[in-house]
């Protein structure tokens, strides 16, 4: 694949939890795979590009945010799991990325053609979508949503929160580990580079807990399935490119992937553990024939408060900022920042549920939600990090 359609990231899987002497806690000595484990593991970093100091990062050293240093380009994401850094009260704190657009900045067609083709849709901008509101999810999210959770990460303004989805991977039928999100949930675009302890907790808070419940609430109610760390990530060179947390720039391009492992290390896949993945389409056919979309998220921002999941139902137009691209879907929605990288889902040919686009941009005022159609470079992202897991 080429490296102008994708940009991929290692990530190093390591705890805090063991002494310096290389044994545990209670002063027992490592098992022999987990010593297997931790040579394969100096094998990774004695192999990057650079130098890495894993316990400096472990102790603090992720805080570092250097512009000179941050890692940026293929092949420089490390992500070590810090055991009990995500705990509830880090959770809740995490803030909303702000990824706004002004709809000054938007230029509707007068007279925009029906097509029957994706690249016919390419260009063309539609009247603004109508806004719908959102609608909570009922409980528990298991049984009445779609699989998905939220993705936590580190950025230079603190802890942050987005949304994300488990989605099937071809390469492990039935026992997928990878999520979907937005691009802007693990890089920073043009600005900057990759994210920092990237996690995913699915069915975060699947009994609906309020805001003030789950303040209290035990960590089995607000993590039912536990925190799964990032192991290898994948966005769009377009979107490290061009991507900016304002006026929709690289948003035709703002789709991301990752691969997790259990921060408990138990054995069971993400997909088993959950129960359910779903399946995403590269070849979704033209605007005019998508049908009715379901757009789903975590709300963080008011008037929400990032506890509960939404939906939006909404038949998507055409929004256009890069004629080279393909188009992005467009439609009403009023859910807010915190919703990034939730999936726009629709019913296939099958009569099952596919995943088409992310929550990428919206307006200041939170009407409507755009996401990326996936096309080509979507699908190098993930053919890349389903061919680094298992």
Known sequence: MAATAMAAALALTATACNDDDGSDSE????????????????????NLPFDFDMDAWLEGGWEDWDRETWL???????????????????MEDAEEPDQSIDDDQIEEDVDPPEVDSPEGDRGITDPEPAPVTAEPVPTP????GAPIGKVFFDSPEGPMVCSGTVVKDPAAPGQSNLVATAGHCVHAGAGGGWYRNLTF???????GLSADQLAAAAPEDVAPYGVYWAEFVSTTQYWI?????EGGNGAHGDFAVFS????????ASLEETVGSALDVNFDAPAVSEL??????????????DGATMHMCVDY???LSMDASMPVMYWAGCTMTGGSSGGPWLRTNEAGGPELVSVNSIGPLESTWLAGPRLDTDARDVFDYVSSQTG
């Open 201 to 207: 907790v699915p069915a975060y808070n699947n009994n």
């Open 141 to 144: 999210y298991t049984q009445n």
């Open 316 to 318: 998507p137009s055409r």
């Open 291 to 304: 049908g009715a979309v379901t757009l789903y998220g975590f709300p963080a921002a008011p008037p929400f």
């Open 260 to 267: 997790v492992t259990p921060e408990d290390g138990s054995g």
């Open 241 to 245: 490119d061009n991507g900016t947390a």
């Open 72 to 90: 940026r380009e293929i092949g420089d994401y490390v992500n070590p799991i810090i055991e009990g850094l995500w705990d509830p009260d880090r």
């Open 27 to 46: 002063g027992s000595q490592p098992s022999e795979d987990a010593q297997a484990g931790g040579d394969q593991l100096q094998d990774l970093i004695d």
